[in-house]
């Protein structure tokens, strides 16, 4: 089964930008795979934020966007708010089974 | 309002049988694929499966794949994620969620505890 690989952690500061990625252990992530974002705060049921590669469902913050980047998936945050620290898993579609990687923990400090 | 709502908290023993429920509200539950999600304690999500409850087409990630079995009756809306042997290790929240537009709504989470 395919492995989907994600930065264990990022910080950003309250208004500055920063960028996840999501790789995949069978190479090049392309809008095939349909790549989705999701957002887990602590004790929370998760929600996505993004799917396919770049759209939004009507409750996603402006301030996120999704994209590929250099053979990733990649969910940038614009102005980061203290709301937003939480995990951020993506997800990857492998001919319909879908596979999540290992989660990203955003600290807005 | 679209709504999954899952049944409440297990706990079981080892090698005990158990069947959990997530029941669709609000929309055509016949219409969406349904996902299961494995979160164990302090870890990350995983895809275990989905049930598409108008025909009970059902796909598994290899992973989870004749461990557990997904089902669905379209009658009452609700989709059930069943083992017949548990174990201590799937001692985790699995969520369901409608797979089927986009993830768009989760159920709250059903803690499964195995423990002796």
């Known amino acids: 089964q395919a492995v989907v690989t994600q930065e264990p952690s990022v910080t950003v500061s309250p208004g500055g930008t920063v960028t996840l990625t999501c790789g995949s252990s069978?190479?090049?992530?392309?809008?095939?795979?349909?790549p989705y974002w999701f957002q887990q705060r602590p004790g929370q049921a998760p929600r996505t934020l993004i799917y396919d590669t770049n759209k939004k469902h009507s409750w996603t913050p402006a301030r996120f966007s999704g994209s590929l980047l250099g053979g990733k998936a990649a969910l940038t945050l614009s102005g980061a708010q203290p709301e937003d620290e939480a995990e951020y898993y993506c997800s990857l579609s492998y001919s319909g089974v879908r596979v999540f990687g290992g989660g990203t923990k955003v600290t807005v400090l | 309002e679209v709504q999954l709502v899952q049944s409440g908290a297990e706990v079981r023993e080892p090698g005990e049988s158990l069947k959990i429920s997530c029941k669709g509200s609000g929309y055509s539950f016949t219409n969406y694929w349904i996902g299961w999600v494995r979160q164990m304690p302090g870890k990350g999500l995983e895809w275990m499966g989905m049930i598409y409850p108008g025909d009970s087409d059902t796909r598994y990630s290899p992973s989870f794949r004749g461990q557990v079995t997904i089902s669905a009756d379209k009658s009452i809306s609700a989709a059930y994620l069943q083992w017949t042997s548990l174990k201590a290790s799937d001692t985790a929240i699995y969520y369901c969620?409608?797979?089927?537009?986009?993830?768009?709504?989760w159920g709250q989470g059903t803690l499964v505890t195995v423990s002796s």
């Open positions: 069978t190479g090049a992530v392309t809008s095939g795979h349909y």
């Open positions: 969620a409608r797979q089927g537009n986009y993830f768009d709504s």
